[in-house]
């Protein structure tokens, strides 16, 4: 799906110092908390506890996630709730765009949650949402952090017939791992959904893995492969935090020296950009990705 995790209670052992947060501040920060308060406005940065949320803000970038706040899938890593997700609000893609104007977003990235219990999977309030955040806010650049709509090349042909900047489905791990981690997810479609894009006309394509949960490093250079193959072009790496005692455990915390690693090799494969870090998640830098 397209929700990460951002919450740790990791049982491992006490969290390294590459791990510790600093809280967010700075004069933009505070100007959009405050908006967010104000006009109770939803964003998957705040209800996220992104550790990123201060940095990005004072950017001007923030991530707004669409079609409820309950998914069809039960991932092993993410802290979303799964269940029968209500009824579509229509209405959404107005109230979200409305939110970027309101918080004068110059870059947003839009996510969802799995919606495998409507025919369309979601995809036209996809659409819808994207051409009125384009109504409303004509200076505001988007990537969309979409779900793989099970490979159903019509509903991803709506996302591309709206032209986001960028177009981003993670693949969350490796290979041998998926099953246990996204489920009902498929590594090989994923893959597909990402070369998909590329091919019939997306600017941009971005994908995003997590370590931690027990990949080894050559998994996690034959995923990169995979991923260039597929003509991906920016990669985002981050360190998996355990959401709930009900979650996946963390297998390891991954040295920054490792990470450091993975960037250079990701770059040397010829992906365009590369965000590898503890503490980078799917929308990290994001506004850098466009260019």
């Given at each position: 799906?397209?929700?990460?995790?951002?919450?740790?209670?990791?049982?491992?052992?006490?969290?390294?110092?590459?791990?510790?947060?600093?809280?967010?501040?700075?004069?933009?920060?505070?100007?959009?908390?405050?908006?967010?308060?104000?006009?109770?406005?939803?964003?998957?940065?705040?209800?996220?506890?992104?550790?990123?949320?201060?940095?990005?803000?004072?950017?001007?970038?923030?991530?707004?996630?669409?079609?409820?706040?309950?998914?069809?899938?039960?991932?092993?890593?993410?802290?979303?709730?799964?269940?029968?997700?209500?009824?579509?609000?229509?209405?959404?893609?107005?109230?979200?765009?409305?939110s970027i104007k309101i918080m004068e977003i110059k870059h947003a990235v839009l996510t969802s949650v799995d919606r495998d219990d409507l025919k369309d999977m979601g995809s036209i309030i996809w659409s819808e949402t994207v051409k009125a955040v384009r109504r409303m806010n004509p200076n505001t650049t988007l990537e969309t952090l979409?779900?793989?709509?099970?490979?159903?090349?019509?509903?991803?042909?709506?996302?591309?017939?709206?032209?986001?900047?960028?177009?981003?489905?993670?693949?969350?791990?490796?290979?041998?791992?998926?099953?246990?981690?996204?489920?009902?997810?498929?590594?090989?479609?994923?893959?597909?959904?990402?070369?998909?894009?590329?091919?019939?006309?997306?600017?941009?394509?971005?994908?995003?893995?997590?370590?931690?949960?027990?990949?080894?490093?050559?998994?996690?250079?034959?995923?990169?492969?995979?991923?260039?193959?597929?003509?991906?072009?920016?990669?985002?790496?981050?360190?998996?935090?355990?959401?709930?005692?009900?979650?996946?455990?963390?297998?390891?915390?991954?040295?920054?020296?490792?990470?450091?690693?993975?960037?250079?090799?990701?770059?040397?494969?010829?992906?365009?950009?590369?965000?590898?870090?503890?503490?980078?998640?799917?929308?990290?830098?994001?506004?850098?990705?466009?260019?």
């Amino acid at each position: 799906m397209a929700i990460e995790t951002i919450t740790p209670n990791t049982a491992l052992k006490s969290k390294p110092k590459w791990l510790r947060v600093k809280l967010p501040t700075g004069k933009k920060y505070t100007q959009l908390r405050g908006l967010v308060d104000k006009y109770n406005l939803h964003t998957i940065c705040t209800s996220g506890s992104c550790p990123n949320m201060g940095e990005c803000w004072g950017e001007g970038t923030a991530t707004f996630m669409i079609l409820g706040n309950i998914c069809t899938r039960s991932c092993g890593f993410c802290g979303v709730q799964t269940g029968r997700p209500e009824t579509v609000d229509w209405e959404e893609p107005e109230k979200v765009a409305r939110s970027i104007k309101i918080m004068e977003i110059k870059h947003a990235v839009l996510t969802s949650v799995d919606r495998d219990d409507l025919k369309d999977m979601g995809s036209i309030i996809w659409s819808e949402t994207v051409k009125a955040v384009r109504r409303m806010n004509p200076n505001t650049t988007l990537e969309t952090l979409i779900p793989d709509f099970q490979g159903i090349e019509s509903h991803l042909d709506r996302i591309l017939a709206v032209a986001p900047e960028v177009i981003s489905h993670n693949m969350e791990t490796v290979k041998r791992l998926t099953r246990e981690v996204r489920i009902q997810a498929k590594y090989e479609r994923s893959l597909g959904v990402l070369k998909y894009l590329k091919d019939n006309g997306a600017n941009r394509t971005k994908s995003g893995i997590m370590l931690g949960l027990g990949e080894n490093e050559e998994e996690v250079i034959e995923t990169l492969v995979d991923l260039r193959e597929a003509k991906v072009d920016v990669v985002t790496i981050g360190q998996y935090l355990q959401p709930s005692k009900k979650h996946l455990p963390v297998k390891e915390f991954i040295t920054p020296e490792q990470f450091k690693k993975y960037e250079v090799l990701g770059l040397e494969m010829g992906f365009r950009h590369v965000e590898s870090g503890a503490l980078v998640r799917s929308s990290y830098k994001a506004h850098k990705h466009i260019k």
